[in-house]
């Protein structure tokens, strides 16, 4: 079995996706020679010669058809379709957004329309692989494709089994908060813009870049920002250490996200992470107490909850939280991805 | 006080100044008496050709633009702020603030009577610096830059959004050397370079600008420009930008074609600086008499002497349409049916790296004048029932395999006195016309 990639990531600065894709890329052997771009359609012919499996890593902020239906019509192996999120999901989120918040129909959202989507997985996936199962139940409400083409849910891996461990030398209880991706929406930033300003002691760090809604994201952080004084925006996080030194709790307050991988990193360096009921990452954290519903009041409960508690019972509960993501582990996930693929 | 009010609180501040341009180095000098400047003799696009760059592995042979213009000044203005980071990093400063001989402060940034910075700059200086910054723009060619809020000042642009003006930048060590590092051969201009960083690096830009370009700020008729606006005037408005509004190159000295025309929209047009690998290629003259020129007049001049006039024809294969549009410009058929799959791996595209969708755009700018083209997108065999009564069939057969399967479907669709031909003579029955550059055609009797 010989594994490549393709992706129209055009946009690296996207960070919870490329850490995804660098992931499962590792575990699978995809090298960077096995990574290609739908703009040279002769790779196609490469890929049918040398390879066994074709990943589709598709970012759905594409205007047009051409040039992806093109490049997968030429591929005779076998097509797999990773879906790192459900674009028609973020559609509805970004709307309630605009209805509630803007009430301006310029700041639409930018996606390959439903039926172009529909059509570029009812003609080509042969598979498809989901983050969770709340994302594989979206896909099937808004797409119409065909019940035999083979679904399986397959969550990003951690590391080795071996490794899967907290490191509490990072592990100092403070009022400093931090998060790592995309400052939008349905990462819950209008409950952050809601809630900070009412609990002056803690800090909120925030680290990322624009996304793929990138003007109403620029737009929602403009409007948080100036009025609270303990919410910062960094800009690109380049020293990981230091943000898990210096941050105790990660903030992950999404009203939707597939799979967010610097939440489970974050953990795994100490911090506690705070969530909510809405996000999909939440479903990962089994019997863990500080999960929210998406509102102000939840949350600051939830938070007290966290600050209130005693260190080595912080550190039991990470440790509990740790025993049911061990199962995200790089050994399991290959023979998962194996057995799929092999049926295909 | 602040020890380095001089270089504006950077390690050194680098000036691009080219060696003709004297006058800008007095000006910028005599403003501004209390700053130290480094001055970087800029390379000069007076010295230089493309087609030296692209040997000497300077210039890529393409070159990306958001709107698609380039000249050869901007290729040399690339070449000196990569002259300005390497002497930066000679120097072995940790931050090094990049301007450009033609700028001026909107606003002081030293206090002369002081000897200190302002205390506005001050502040924005203590701002950004509480961030992990890897490049600060403090001016840009528009006077505001929106973006996600960085501090009081400061913002991290959206993507693609902060292209222009590269003339008033800081950059930390290792970014400058990320910078140097990955610069050769040029494939963009100075300031879309630095914004592709966005993706990888801490790039933040001032929400308002405080040093502008001169020209930026004048009347476009008069701006002094040396990348642009001086060019464009000595060369009476047709050099310095290279494509017109429909994307036809003006200046071809430099730029030969666009890739694809529609990714002006965007914001990543391709231009090409050698010669096109796809077109009329064919029928342009390398040296000397062009046989294929010749041979396909000769052939085209054999069959006005046989067919009746509004014969119609089929072409089998016909890729660019460098054929196409002979038969075409012939005036002898009233339809021409050009079939092509444009799809399948085919030896020809991989070798000469060409992709269906480069044959496509090859094939409609070849062709677009004539109304009585089809360009029909099917393989030869899944569309024969649609003709009848045709004059001539002509197979183009680029990579030698065999037109049995076609000749034999055809033959039932032309009428009694029709020609078949082909431009490999190695598919010609015994009884052929053969022409200068191997091409052939026959009766459809000797078939």
Not at chain 1, 282 to 290: D, G
Not at chain 2, 97 to 113: K, M, R, S
Not at chain 2, 335 to 354: Q, R, S
Request: with cysteine.
């Amino acid at each position: 079995m010989k594994i490549c990639s393709v992706n129209n990531y055009t946009n690296t600065g996207y960070i919870n996706e490329t850490l995804i894709y660098n992931k499962i890329s590792t575990l699978l052997g995809v090298g960077v020679s096995d990574s290609f771009t739908f703009t040279d359609l002769n790779s196609a012919y490469n890929i049918n010669k040398n390879y066994s499996h074709l990943l589709i890593y598709f970012d759905y902020k594409a205007t047009s058809i051409q040039g992806y239906d093109e490049f997968l019509k030429e591929v005779k192996i076998p097509k797999i379709f990773i879906i790192d999120t459900i674009p028609q999901k973020h559609e509805e989120v970004n709307k309630e957004f605009i209805d509630r918040y803007i009430q301006n129909e310029i700041y639409g959202f930018t996606s390959l329309p439903q039926s172009s989507q529909n059509y570029l997985y009812s003609e080509h996936a042969d598979g498809l692989v989901f983050f969770n199962d709340l994302d594989k139940d979206l896909f099937n409400q808004f797409y119409t494709i065909s019940d035999t083409v083979p679904r399986i849910v397959i969550p990003p891996s951690l590391g080795k089994k071996e490794n899967l461990k907290i490191n509490f030398d990072n592990f100092l209880p403070n009022n400093n908060i931090g998060y790592n991706g995309v400052p939008s929406y349905a990462n819950g930033f209008t409950l952050i813009g809601g809630l900070f300003p009412h609990i002056p002691k803690y800090n909120l760090n925030i680290f990322g870049t624009h996304g793929r809604l990138d003007y109403n994201n620029e737009l929602l952080l403009n409007d948080i920002l100036p009025q609270v004084t303990n919410i910062k925006f960094n800009g690109r996080l380049k020293n990981q250490d230091n943000f898990f030194k210096s941050n105790h709790i990660y903030s992950n307050l999404s009203i939707y996200d597939s799979f967010d991988y610097f939440t489970f990193l974050s953990l795994l360096n100490g911090m506690v992470p705070l969530l909510t009921n809405s996000s999909s990452t939440s479903s990962f954290f089994k019997s863990y107490p500080f999960i929210a519903n998406p509102d102000p009041n939840s949350i600051k409960y939830t938070l007290n909850l966290i600050s209130s508690a005693p260190p080595n019972y912080l550190r039991d509960i990470l440790n509990n939280s740790l025993e049911f993501i061990k199962e995200l582990n790089d050994e399991d996930t290959l023979e998962k991805y194996h057995n799929f693929l092999k049926n295909i | 006080m602040n020890t380095k009010y001089r270089t504006l609180g950077f390690d050194k501040i680098y000036v691009i100044n080219l060696k003709r341009r004297n006058d800008r180095r007095e000006k910028l000098t005599k403003s501004n008496p209390n700053i130290d400047f480094t001055f970087i003799e800029a390379v000069d696009g007076q010295d230089l050709t493309t087609e030296q760059l692209i040997e000497e592995g300077k210039l890529h042979t393409s070159f990306y633009d958001p709107s698609g213009m380039c000249t050869i000044n901007i290729f040399a203005c690339a070449l000196s702020h990569k002259k300005a980071w390497d002497q930066a990093l000679a120097d072995g400063v940790e931050n090094a603030l990049i301007l450009e001989d033609d700028i001026y402060f909107t606003t002081p940034f030293i206090d002369d009577n002081l000897k200190d910075l302002t205390p506005l700059y001050e502040d924005i200086l203590n701002d950004i610096n509480q961030y992990d910054w890897d490049i600060i723009q403090l001016g840009k060619k528009r006077q505001f830059t929106m973006g996600l809020p960085i501090g009081k000042y400061f913002v991290s642009p959206r993507y693609k959004s902060n292209f222009d003006g590269a003339h008033a930048y800081a950059v930390t060590k290792q970014t400058l050397q990320d910078l140097s590092n990955k610069c050769l051969p040029v494939k963009y201009a100075a300031d879309v370079y630095v914004e592709e960083f966005y993706n990888t690096h801490n790039l933040f830009t001032l929400k308002e600008s405080l040093i502008r370009q001169i020209s930026d700020t004048s009347d476009p008729q008069n701006g002094d420009s040396d990348t642009y606006y001086n060019d464009y005037r000595i060369g009476g408005g047709k050099v310095g930008i290279s494509f017109d509004e429909k994307g036809n190159v003006i200046n071809k000295q430099i730029a030969k074609y666009i890739k694809h025309p529609k990714d002006i929209l965007q914001q990543h047009t391709e231009i090409v600086l050698e010669r096109p690998k796809f077109g009329i290629q064919t029928i342009i003259p390398q040296s000397g008499p062009n046989n294929k020129f010749f041979g396909m007049c000769d052939m085209l001049s054999f069959l006005s002497e046989k067919l009746s006039a509004s014969s119609k024809m089929v072409e089998i294969n016909s890729h660019f349409g460098e054929n196409t549009f002979f038969f075409g410009s012939s005036g002898l058929f009233s339809n021409i049916y050009a079939i092509d799959a444009l799809t399948g791996e085919d030896k020809f595209n991989i070798d000469n790296n060409i992709t269906w969708e480069d044959v496509e755009i090859g094939f409609h700018s070849n062709t677009y004048f004539f109304n009585n083209i089809n360009h029909i997108k099917n393989t030869p065999e899944d569309v024969v029932d649609s003709f009848d009564n045709i004059s001539f069939l002509y197979i183009n057969n680029r990579n030698g395999e065999s037109i049995k399967s076609i000749t034999s479907s055809y033959l039932f669709k032309m009428n009694q006195n029709g020609f078949i031909g082909g431009n490999n003579i190695g598919d010609a029955p015994k009884n052929h016309t053969k022409f200068k550059d191997g091409s052939w055609v026959s009766l459809i009797k000797y078939f």
